[in-house]
């Protein structure tokens, strides 16, 4: 009946949608519950700082580790499968680390629980890109973007709910991941035919695809630096700890509600003059922040705006890709883009703080300049967008 063909597609189209992007907010609050636990666990352990680092370090060697096998994996089991074994695959292995008395299988197991976080999240959002029309992209990309933010933020509140003794957090948490593996597997997720990409080597992938890449980089290297740094540079601005830590937040809070109205722009404008707008938008706010930052009535709206901008061009980029790339070469940009997110989550921390070494305003200034880099890349790369 013609009547019901546009309710019933509109409602088949919505669900796998939908799933992807709780997809994401699972993965989020499993990040955000998990990185306080293993924390806190290694600490009343007996465990000092430096060894706590280097256990947390092993998420991201595993993530490193499984991203140049992306494409083939997703080639050999398919998106929805790749994703459900690893979910599987993530639940059991925090099943495991209660039952280990001494730390050193945490480290094998940290880096297996990194390796398959990586699959779900590079292969659920490349998903989510190739569904989605081109008209959309930037909404849904910027909502996937949102609800991973909020799950983070949400994880550390769950944990106060479960408590930190006992194996009741690593069983909730693993809980949450046997659900999504439930979801993914229903039958309205029907994933893409697997095509294998058309390059070879995967950095061919740098030349076809700078604009995401360099807005994956740029995010890990300034979210690494804003979230360890922003409060260490109010309180040396004379801030109280609490009012600092309260900055931390209301920024973090303008990546949140901000992504999906400007995804919503970047469906109707051109996503090129965007990006070169939010870029030079953010390197002037950064340039704000040694002036703003005396004044906490003009400092938390620009962080709000400034992080919401920010964080935009990270899910503006990819919707750009998704509307540039299909199949096995989005999966193989995703994958790259996971080893900049490791390059950048790893440099981004050390350069911001020598940065604030060698000046009081060195964060504001560390910022600025790689916002004002990216915002020429579309600049001058006008056929990369």
């Known amino acids: 009946m013609p009547g019901l063909a546009s309710p019933l597609n509109t409602r088949v189209q919505f669900l796998p949608t939908a799933t992807l992007a709780a997809l994401g907010l699972v993965f989020g609050l499993v990040m955000g519950l998990g990185a306080p636990l293993f924390t806190l666990d290694l600490t009343d352990r007996g465990y000092g700082a430096g060894m706590v680092a280097a256990n947390s370090m092993m998420h991201a060697v595993g993530a490193l580790a499984i991203a140049p096998f992306m494409p083939r994996l997703a080639l050999r089991f398919g998106p929805k499968r790749a ?4 979910l599987m695959g993530g639940a059991t292995t925090l099943l495991l ?3 280990s008395h001494s730390i050193w299988p945490w480290f094998p197991l940290r880096i297996l629980l990194g390796a398959f976080c990586e699959v779900i999240l590079v292969l659920s959002e490349s998903w989510l890109n190739q569904i989605t029309d081109n008209h959309a992209r930037g909404r849904v990309m910027g909502l996937y973007s949102t609800l991973l933010s909020i799950g983070i933020a949400l994880g550390p509140a769950l944990l106060t709910l479960t408590g930190r003794q006992g194996n009741l957090p690593f069983w909730g948490t693993a809980a949450f991941l046997f659900l999504a593996g439930a979801a993914i597997m229903a039958p309205w997720m029907t994933s893409p035919p697997p095509v294998a990409p058309t390059q070879q080597r995967l950095l061919r992938y740098l030349w076809l695809a ?34 600092a830590t309260l900055l931390l937040s209301i920024m973090l809070l303008g990546a949140t509600f901000m992504q999906v109205p400007i995804g919503w722009i970047s469906d109707r404008t051109n996503r090129r003059y965007l990006l070169i707008t939010l870029g030079f ?11 703003a930052i005396h004044q906490p009535a003009l400092a938390y709206p620009l962080l709000f705006v400034w992080d919401g901008a920010f964080a935009s061009m990270y899910s503006v980029a990819m919707a750009a890709a998704g509307n540039r790339y299909r199949d096995g070469d989005l999966i193989a940009i995703y994958a790259l883009c ?21 000046s009081p305003h060195g ?6 300049t790689l916002c004002g880099l990216f915002a020429l890349l579309p600049l001058v790369l006008k056929k990369s967008v």
């Open 97 to 99: 680390f209660p039952l």
């Open 338 to 358: 996971s080893l900049a997110w490791g390059i950048g989550s790893f440099t981004g921390p050390a350069i911001s703080a020598a940065a604030m070494q060698a």
């Open 83 to 86: 994703i459900f074994l690893a």
């Open 281 to 291: 938008l953010t390197c002037g706010g950064a340039l704000l922040w040694p002036v």
């Open 210 to 243: 700078p604009i995401a890449i360099a807005a994956t980089l740029l995010i890990a290297m300034l979210d690494g630096a804003a979230t360890s740094f922003l409060a260490l540079y109010a309180i040396q601005s004379g801030w109280t700890e609490r009012a």
């Open 363 to 368: 964060l504001a200034l560390f910022a600025a």
